[in-house]
C-alpha cells in the first residue's frame, strides 16, 4: 500500500486549497500527489482527521403539483468558461447540519423553499466527489420545491438561472448541454422511473 511521507499546504484561499504531497508507492518509488480541498490547514485534511464530514450539500429536489419538474439551475463555471447544468448545490458552513444546509442554500441560489424528505442513510451520507483531485465530499437531500423563483438571495458573484425542467426538457439537457456528473445521474432517474424518489424506497 503507499504511503504518504510528509504533506505541504501550497496555498492559503479561503474555499480551495492546494496540498503537495510527498509520497512512497506500494513498490517502495517515492513520488508527489497533488490533492485539492476545502480544508484551510494541513491539520483539516481528511487524509488527517480520518473522518468524512461534509464540505458540502447537494439538493435533488421536484417542483409543481404533481411533482413532474426537476429543480436545476443553469450556474456561469469559470472553469469552463460558460454555463453548466447542476442541482442547486452548496457549501456546509462550520458547524451547520448539511440538512439545514440544503434547505438554505436552496433559498439563497433560488428563491424556492425546500421541504425535505427523511430517507436511509445509505442515500444521503456524504460520499467523495472526484477522488482522483480532491477529498471533496457531499451529501445529499432529497425533496419538494415549492414558491417562487426569486434571484434576490442570490451572491453578487454567482450567475445562476434557475430551470424547473419536465421530462421533456430533461431529455433534451442531457443530449444537448454541458451537465455536472451527480446531476446527469439524478436526472436519469427523473427520466426514466415512473417514480422520481421511488429509488429512495
Same mark, same amino acid.
Request: glycine share 2%; net charge negative.
Given at each position: 500500500m503507499g504511503e504518504i511521507k510528509t504533506i505541504?499546504? %501550497?496555498?492559503?484561499?479561503?474555499? $480551495?486549497?492546494?496540498?503537495? $504531497?510527498n509520497t512512497v508507492n506500494k513498490v517502495g518509488r517515492?513520488?508527489?500527489y497533488y490533492v485539492a480541498s476545502r480544508a484551510k490547514t %494541513?491539520?483539516?485534511l481528511k487524509i488527517k482527521t480520518g473522518k468524512n464530514t461534509p464540505d458540502g450539500v %447537494?439538493?435533488?429536489s421536484l417542483y409543481g403539483e404533481n411533482h413532474d419538474r426537476v429543480v436545476l439551475i443553469r450556474q456561469y463555471r469559470y472553469p469552463l468558461g460558460g454555463y453548466v447544468y447542476e442541482l442547486p448545490a452548496g457549501l456546509v458552513d462550520s458547524g451547520e447540519n448539511y440538512h439545514s444546509a440544503a434547505v438554505r442554500e436552496m433559498k439563497e441560489e433560488t428563491g424556492l423553499l425546500l421541504e425535505p424528505l427523511t430517507v436511509d442513510e445509505i442515500y444521503q451520507k456524504p460520499y467523495f466527489t472526484t477522488i482522483g483531485m480532491t477529498d471533496e465530499s457531499c451529501g445529499? %437531500?432529497?425533496g419538494y420545491a415549492s414558491g417562487e423563483i426569486?434571484?434576490?438571495y442570490q451572491e453578487a458573484g454567482e450567475e445562476i438561472q434557475v430551470v424547473l425542467a419536465d421530462r421533456a426538457e430533461v431529455k433534451r439537457i442531457l443530449k444537448e448541454e454541458n451537465v455536472a456528473?451527480?446531476?446527469?445521474?439524478?436526472?436519469?432517474?427523473? $427520466?426514466h422511473d415512473e417514480e422520481p424518489f421511488g429509488f429512495l424506497k
Open positions: 505541504t499546504q %501550497v496555498t492559503k484561499n479561503p474555499f $480551495l486549497n492546494f496540498y503537495e $504531497l517515492p513520488g508527489h %494541513v491539520d483539516e %447537494v439538493i435533488y445529499t %437531500v432529497y426569486s434571484e434576490k456528473l451527480i446531476c446527469a445521474y439524478m436526472m436519469m432517474h427523473f $427520466l
